[in-house]
């Protein structure tokens, strides 16, 4: 059973609209990820978060933001979409604890922008 | 900045077989390595984590390697199985941020 939940896994949105993708978790980790990833490619941290009210732009530019107002909700939104921003959106979380553990990644948001 | 090298090429090989996969990286020495698999259309799965004082880990019947003098860790899957056939993900934790860097993984195929 998935402790990694996103919402919706597949969009397809018209050029110039506003969409949120949802991103919770029931693990009550700190530490939360976006990476966004193109077919064949390799995933690129666009977003993270160390806790609540901690948001960090990742390596890779992105136009969304995201918020974090409880632990367990991490959602991202794109304000205008556009063909550029079709792609995979994987949200991932981590133990906050000293010594570094895997990643649990949700299923993803595979987003079309037309 | 770190470039992660995984083949590009898929890995084609028999049932019963040991796998064995890639991972190249420039620049210096990550403090955690990781492997994950991703099927199609899915979020990638955590499997196994080596530190860099570490040469191996095992876990089941995936081994990894880690030498830091040649910037190489290796993936073994032994006695392979078609279950096994999916893409295979190198990540490079670099600091104490332990955030992921990701290579773009190479396609493991498992023929019956």
């Known amino acids: 059973e998935a402790d990694i939940y996103q919402t919706p896994r597949y969009l397809v949105i018209g050029t110039g609209k506003k969409i949120t993708l949802e991103c919770s978790q029931t693990?009550?980790?700190?530490?939360m990820y976006w990476y966004q990833q193109d077919p064949g490619m390799e995933l690129h941290l666009i977003h993270y978060s160390y806790g609540v009210n901690s948001t960090e732009k990742g390596d890779l530019s992105s136009e969304s933001t995201v918020s974090r107002i409880r632990t367990e909700h991490f959602p991202l939104t794109l304000e205008s979409a556009r063909p550029s921003h079709t792609s995979q959106y994987l949200c991932?979380?981590?133990?906050?604890?000293?010594?570094?553990?895997?990643?649990?990644f949700g299923s993803g948001t595979r987003l079309t922008v037309v | 900045s770190q470039k992660i090298e995984q083949n590009s090429e898929a890995l084609n090989i028999q049932e019963g077989k040991t796998a064995t996969l890639t991972c190249n990286y420039t620049?210096?020495?990550?403090?955690?390595l990781q492997w994950y698999r991703q099927d199609p259309g899915r979020g990638p799965v955590f499997l196994l984590l080596?530190?860099?004082?570490?040469k191996e880990k095992r876990k089941e019947r995936l081994k990894v390697t880690f030498d830091t003098t040649l910037k190489q860790s290796l993936f073994h899957i032994t006695a392979s199985q078609p279950a096994d056939s999916a893409t295979y993900l190198c990540?490079?934790?670099?600091?104490?941020?332990?955030?992921?860097?990701f290579g773009s993984g190479t396609r493991l195929l498992v023929r019956p």
């Open positions: 991932a979380t981590r133990q906050g604890k000293q010594e570094p553990t895997g990643y649990t």
């Open positions: 080596i530190r860099e004082n570490e």
């Open positions: 693990m009550g980790h700190d530490k």
């Open positions: 620049n210096y020495s990550p403090a955690y």
């Open positions: 990540a490079l934790m670099m600091d104490s941020s332990y955030k992921l860097i």
